[in-house]
T-cell receptor, first 112, second 112 residues
């Protein structure tokens, strides 16, 4: 959707950190999500952040939220070949509106 | 724990035929979502249900598409008659209220 934008491709060397960026337009967004999609599979929830937070860390994953700039990022530390996938940013308003708006997805390629 | 279960995984049929996609949400989840994924349009929300009631069907492309949720553990998405442009991957997702959505593995639909 046009409400959520992501760069389309990212190439990273194995062992380096990956940073995937996302911008959104809806200031009433309540929850922001990162999903991972491997070839032929569904979307796997990686992590999510509530809009009153600015950072969340979960093992190799770090999510940063700049609410003023409506910018969300996902950092993957020590990127592995198994991290090669499409990563989707999504936002929802929460409350009684459960719909998700997805970005177009960032294809991450991990090279040896 | 069983995740969202979709069937069939793959469907190939000729245009004009009726197609029925099935979804079993995660037990205890009260919201169910149908998405379509294509290269051109990305992920699109078609319809979502809350407590078995359709809440928003604004994404349903046209009258050829219909969705039902007769009970909390089953939903169908039907296309009649099908057309080649309906070829896509169709995902079902479920959630508990505004908690994160969990996706099935999808049905890859090809209309010849």
């Amino acid at each position: 959707g046009e409400d959520v934008e992501q760069s389309l491709f990212l190439s990273v060397r194995e062992g380096d950190s990956s940073v995937i960026n996302c911008t959104y337009t809806d200031s009433s967004s309540t929850y922001l999500y990162w999903y991972k999609q491997e070839p032929g599979a569904g979307l796997q929830l990686l992590t999510y952040i509530f809009s009153n937070m600015d950072m969340k860390q979960d093992q190799r994953l770090t999510v940063l939220l700049n609410k003023k700039d409506k910018h969300l990022s996902l950092r993957i530390a020590d990127t592995q070949t198994g991290d090669s996938a499409i990563y989707f940013c999504a936002e929802s308003r929460g409350s009684n509106d459960y719909k998700l708006s997805f970005g177009a997805g960032t294809t991450v390629t991990v090279r040896a | 724990d069983a995740g969202v279960i979709q069937s069939p995984r793959h469907e190939v049929t000729e245009m004009g035929q009726e197609v029925t996609l099935r979804c079993k949400p995660i037990s205890g989840h009260n919201s169910l979502f149908w998405y379509r994924q294509t290269m051109m349009r990305g992920l699109e929300l078609l319809i979502y249900f809350n407590n078995n009631v359709p809440i928003d069907d604004s994404g349903m492309p046209e009258d050829r598409f219909s969705a039902k949720m007769p009970n909390a553990s089953f939903s169908t998405l039907k296309i009649q008659p099908s057309e080649p442009r309906d070829s896509a991957v169709y995902f079902c997702a479920s959630s508990q209220d505004n908690q994160p959505q969990h996706f099935g593995d999808g049905t890859r639909l090809s209309i010849l």
